[in-house]
C-alpha cells in the first residue's frame, strides 16, 4: 500500500511538473536557454525579401517600399531559418497608429504561411472595449479572441512571448496571459496542425519594427 501511494504521488508531482513546465509569463532577459535570432547588428539567423533594416538603436524596422501593401509578400516577412516543433519564441515590437502584422508558427513551408501555419494577431487595439475576437490583438485567426485586451498604445514597445507545447498554446502580451488552449481542439475543422514547421513574423505593408527576437526549443 505504501509503494501504491509513493507511486501515486510521483505521478501526481510529475503531472504538476510538466503543467509548470508551460510558459505563462515572460522569460527572463538573460536566460541562457533561449537562442538569439536577432541581436541588433546580426542578420544570419532569419531569411527575408522585405525592406527591413537595421536602425542606430539596434532596432529592425520595416519600411515598405512603393506599391507594397497587404500581406501576401510572404518573402517578405522575416522567417527565422531553423523549423521548431515545441518552442518557446519571445519579441518586442512596436508599430504606428492602426498598425498590424503577426506572429506565425507550425508553417509546412515558407511558399504560404497563412495554408498551413497559425497567426497570433498583432493589431492596434488598444482602448478597444468591446469583446476582442480572433482578428484583435493576441487572438489566434480562425481560432479565438485573447483573454484580455493587453494591447499598449501605437508608438510604444510591446512584448509578446508565444509556446508551443504538445498541442497546448500559451501567449503571453505585455505580461498578461492572453491565449491558454489546446490548439489542437480549437483549431478550424478544414486545417492541420503540422507536428513543427517554420516561424515568421508578418510584412503587413505597414511600417512595423521588432527587436530581442530569441527562440528555444523544448
Not at 4 to 26: K, M, N, R, Y
Request: charged content about 25%.
Amino acid at each position: 500500500m505504501k509503494l501504491t501511494f509513493s507511486l501515486c504521488v510521483f505521478a501526481l508531482t510529475s503531472l504538476v511538473l510538466a503543467d509548470e513546465s508551460v510558459v505563462t509569463q515572460h522569460p527572463a532577459e538573460d536566460d541562457p536557454s533561449y537562442t538569439v535570432i536577432y541581436d541588433g547588428k546580426d542578420l544570419s539567423n532569419i531569411e527575408t525579401e522585405g525592406n527591413w533594416q537595421i536602425q542606430p538603436d539596434g532596432s529592425l524596422h520595416l519600411t515598405p517600399r512603393e506599391g507594397e501593401k497587404g500581406w501576401t509578400r510572404y518573402g517578405s516577412y522575416i522567417w527565422l531559418k531553423d523549423e521548431y516543433a515545441d518552442f518557446v519564441v519571445d519579441f518586442e515590437f512596436k508599430y504606428t497608429e492602426g498598425g498590424n502584422s503577426g506572429l506565425y508558427f507550425r508553417c509546412a513551408d515558407s511558399i504560404d504561411p497563412t495554408k498551413s501555419g497559425f497567426e497570433i494577431q498583432i493589431l492596434d487595439s488598444h482602448g478597444v472595449e468591446k469583446e476582442l475576437g480572433h482578428h484583435d490583438m493576441g487572438g489566434v485567426i480562425r481560432t479565438g479572441g485573447p483573454l484580455v485586451n493587453a494591447a499598449k498604445p501605437a508608438g510604444e514597445w510591446q512584448r509578446m512571448t508565444v509556446s508551443m507545447k504538445a498541442d497546448r498554446l500559451t501567449v503571453v502580451l505585455n505580461g498578461k496571459l492572453v491565449q491558454d488552449m489546446n490548439l489542437r481542439e480549437k483549431k478550424p475543422k478544414d486545417k492541420e496542425l503540422a507536428a513543427s514547421g517554420r516561424i515568421c513574423i508578418q510584412d503587413h505593408g505597414l511600417p512595423f519594427t521588432v527587436r530581442n527576437i530569441r527562440a528555444r526549443k523544448l
